[in-house]
Every structure is written in C-alpha cells, then in structure tokens.
C-alpha cells in the first residue's frame, strides 16, 4: 500500500468516527476545518532550525497532525526527547534539520492534517530538502600564461550541492568586481578580453550556496609582454678601419634573448663584440663587411627583428694631381678622400 492510500485511509477512518462519536447529522453550529496556511516548500542546512507552517479553521477548533511520505510524523507531544515540535497553532519546528548519509529522516513531503467532529482538512504537500554543499570542486582552475592584451579564461565548476552553487572569483584575495568591462563570468568561467601586466596574480573561484562556502586551489595568471625594441640599428656608411657601433635595446618580460646575424655571412671573425646593451661592435671594418645586420629578439610570448645596413669604402685613388717644377726641386700636390693627404717633394740632389 503505498503513501496516497495510507493517507485516504486513514481519512475514511476518520470520518466514520466522527459520524459514529456524533450522531448521523454534525449540529449545526460545528464548522469542518479549512486550512487557512499551506506549508511551503524548503531547502534548509544541515543542522539548522526550520519551520513547515499550517493553520486551520473550524468550530471546534481542529487538531492538527503531521504526515511524512504518508507516515504520522512523532513531536514533542509524543516523545519530550523529539527534535521536532508541534507548535500552538499547529505549525511543525525542528529544533535542528537531522542528516546523515545513510539516514534523512528530516528529509521529505509533509501534509498538514487538521480535524474535528464536523469533518477533515489536508493541506497542500509541501518538500522539506536538506541543502548540502561537497568539497571536491568538479573542475578546479589552473594556471595561465598569456601575454598582453591576449584573452585570458580561467575555468572552474563548483563542487556538487543542492541548491546548485553559483561562483564568484578572488584576485590576491580581493573579491573580483563586476564592474570591469573586461572581465565577465559565465557558467563559473572567469574571462579577461584584453588583459593587462597588472591583471597578473593568484586566483580562487568560491563556490557558494546557503550551506557556506568552497574554496579553490588557486591558480596563478602571468601575463608576459612581447620584446618590444626600444633603440634600433640605423643604415651607417664608413670608412675602411673604423669602429662601428649597431644598437639594438629592447624591453619585455620574461627578458628577451638578443641574436645578431649578417644576412650575407658570418659576422667578421675576431672583430666583433657583444656589448652589455645588446649592441653589436665592429671593430676595423673592412670592405668585406658590407651587408644587412640584423638583431633578433625572442621570448616565450613573442619574437621581434630589426636590421641595418652597412657600407664600407676604402681608400680612392688620387685624384686632381698638380706638378709644379722649379729649378731645384720638384713639389707634388694631389688630392684624396677625407682622412687622407699626402704631399710629396722631389728634390735634386745634384
């Protein structure tokens, strides 16, 4: 016999006693209860205080009993010792919700039963469910490593619970807000659409429900920057023996790793140096120099190049020769490129 026959049952019975006890007609100033509050549905902690509510009307005054899944619920009236207590007006109060893993006995559909001589009232059912809140999150986040102004989404899934937790997230542990355009929360995950170096840091997702709260492992967000060039080689045109001086300076994060190269070649074996600014020395250049240098720069997130042209002359020819003859001795006078002069003289020993 399952719960909705038990209690029809016990209805009939009811009523055939109240015939029986008082005649074949109710008098006539006796009223048939009404229930005048229905329990509500509830969800309440482990442990807590909780209240079904009913109450009734009728001349006279109807008696009030509680079912559970169609089972006479026992009260203080029944047993001092009982958690649960039949109030004045016919209300149900736990003193605390019982709940264990193998035994709910708290846990259920009530019914309000309410009756007197001139007949029975039943309330509406009402579901008393015992909220719970596990500690294993089904999806802990992890840490990300993005660079700046990439998006960046952190995942989490609560643990289980009844109600179904929401999330929130922490940043350092600092509640993060809402209110930055940039950051949005969806279905537990945190997304950040541009992020920024100051964005970095550990991060919690809270699970919540009215249980309490569920902590995260934390899971830590580096943004890294691309190597960005600062000061770049420049096109230079020298001559011969000169020393020659191509800058590359860069900034990122983690630091970048600097690399020279000539597209045409090796760089010149034994004159070159790798200065403490990543710049890179020619010393005493030659013609053979000539060619495309160029400075690459990489870290985990990103790689960047500059390049610089070299030109190298050597020395000319003479060229604009003056003779000019006197009787003695012979002048020569004769033009060259910048840095160099020459003067000759000839002279007659005779």
């Known amino acids: 016999m399952n719960c909705g026959h038990k209690l029809l049952l016990l209805l009939l019975l009811s009523v055939s006693f109240i015939t029986l006890t008082s005649g ?31 109450k009734a009307e009728g001349r006279p005054a109807p008696t009030i009993e509680w079912f559970k899944d169609g089972e006479r619920v026992e009260t203080d009236k029944d047993d001092p010792r009982s958690h649960r207590m039949l109030l004045p007006r016919g209300s149900l109060f736990f003193l605390r919700i019982v709940h264990g893993r193998r035994s709910k006995p ?56 009844h109600p179904e937790p929401s999330v929130y997230w922490k940043r350092n542990n600092v509640r993060v807000s809402s209110r930055d355009e940039r950051m949005t929360m969806r279905s537990g995950k945190l997304m950040i659409s541009q992020t920024r170096k100051s964005d970095a840091g550990m991060f919690v997702c809270v699970g919540t429900n009215m249980v309490g709260e569920r902590d995260s492992d934390p899971a830590e967000l580096v943004v890294y920057e691309r190597p960005v060039l600062v000061r770049r080689p420049v096109n230079q045109v020298v001559m011969e023996e000169e020393t020659v ?4 300076e860069v900034h990122g994060d983690p630091a ?33 120099d000539e060619g495309t240098y160029t400075c690459t720069s990489e870290n985990s997130v990103g790689k960047t190049e500059a390049s610089a042209v070299l030109q190298v002359h050597g020395p000319a020819d003479p060229h604009g020769l003056d003779l000019w003859i006197p009787s003695v001795h012979v002048d020569l006078f004769f033009n060259l490129p910048p840095l160099y002069s020459a003067y000759l003289s000839v002279h007659d020993e005779r």
């Open 245 to 248: 001086d191509f800058l590359c």
């Open 106 to 161: 708290d846990e259920g559909v009530y019914t309000c039963v309410a009756r007197n001589h001139a007949g029975v009232a039943v309330s509406r059912n009402a579901s008393l469910e015992v909220a719970t809140l596990r500690d294993d999150f089904r999806q802990a986040p992890s840490d990300v490593v993005v660079a700046a102004g990439e998006p960046a989404v952190l995942d989490c899934v609560p643990p289980r619970g």
């Open 256 to 288: 970048p790793t600097v690399r020279w190269r000539r597209e045409e070649g090796e760089l010149p074996r034994g004159r070159f140096e790798i200065r403490n600014s990543n710049s890179l020395r020619l010393l005493r250049v030659k013609e053979e």
């Open 24 to 54: 074949s007609r109710a008098r006539v100033e006796d009223l048939a209860p009404r229930i005048v509050e229905d329990p509500s549905d509830l969800i309440v902690s482990k442990g807590e205080p909780a209240t079904l509510n009913c």
